[in-house]
């Protein structure tokens, strides 16, 4: 059975201290992987995709890397705008319902 | 707008009565999705149009909510009957392209229902 897992659930971080969030998956046939940012009372918003093992994607303080079991979103210095529940979802076979999201690790970053 | 647009935000239901969820895609998507997301869960599928055709409803719960799209582009979530457990964000998403090909969509900002 398809899985995506991550963790942790909840992560609070000073501002500053940079940490990574886990998203692993249990699929057969992936076909790319998302990081979605999601903001209280808001839709995701899209981040990144990521295709193959050894792929890594850069935005601001944001880097994502994808394994062949896994992804990581590395924040480094984060600021306190950062906090969101931070989404990863992955795309397995073709068709429409073929995308399925984590339940999210919720980030908290301290000022 | 330039980003896809829901209506209403909130909405409190009384059970059994029948509610109307109202998505408009970011303009000249060909691809809508509507999505229903429980507390401290990810979205979950429920139905996927191209266009105005309806290609895929596999993520509807049960025959009590249905979705249309008839010109292509502002799509409707109807919930009839509603009940407790349909409490939830429903979200609407759209692409460019078609279903399958992208996992990059763009999403609305939600409604949240309410049954009580």
């Known amino acids: 059975e398809d899985q995506v897992t991550q963790s942790p659930e909840a992560l609070r971080l000073q501002e500053g201290e940079s940490s990574s969030l886990n998203c692993s998956y249990t699929?057969?046939?992936?076909?790319?992987l998302f990081w979605y940012r999601q903001d209280p009372g808001k839709g995701p918003e899209f981040l990144f995709t990521l295709y193959s093992a050894g792929e890594e994607k850069e935005k601001e303080r944001l880097k994502a890397t994808l394994t062949k079991k896994e992804s990581f979103l590395h924040i480094t210095a984060p600021k306190p705008e950062d906090s969101a529940t931070y989404l990863c979802?992955?795309?397995?076979?073709?068709?429409?319902?073929?995308?399925?999201f984590g339940t999210g690790t919720r980030l908290t970053v301290i000022p | 707008g330039a980003g896809v647009s829901q209506s209403p935000r909130y909405k409190v239901a009384k059970r059994g009565q029948d509610v109307a969820l109202r998505c408009d895609p970011i303009s000249g998507h060909v691809s809508l999705f509507w999505y229903q997301q429980a507390l401290g869960q990810g979205p979950e599928f429920l139905t996927y149009f191209q266009n105005e055709a309806q290609l895929d409803k596999s993520g509807l719960p049960s025959d009590r909510f249905f979705a249309e799209r008839p010109e292509g582009s502002v799509s409707t979530l109807k919930i009839q009957r509603t009940q407790q457990e349909d409490s939830a964000v429903y979200l609407c998403?759209?692409?460019?392209?078609?279903?399958?090909?992208?996992?990059?969509?763009?999403f609305g900002e939600g409604s949240r229902l309410t049954v009580l």
């Open positions: 979802a992955v795309q397995v076979g073709t068709g429409a319902n073929n995308l399925f």
């Open positions: 998403a759209s692409s460019l392209g078609v279903a399958g090909n992208t996992g990059e969509l763009f």
């Open positions: 699929v057969s046939g992936l076909r790319g």
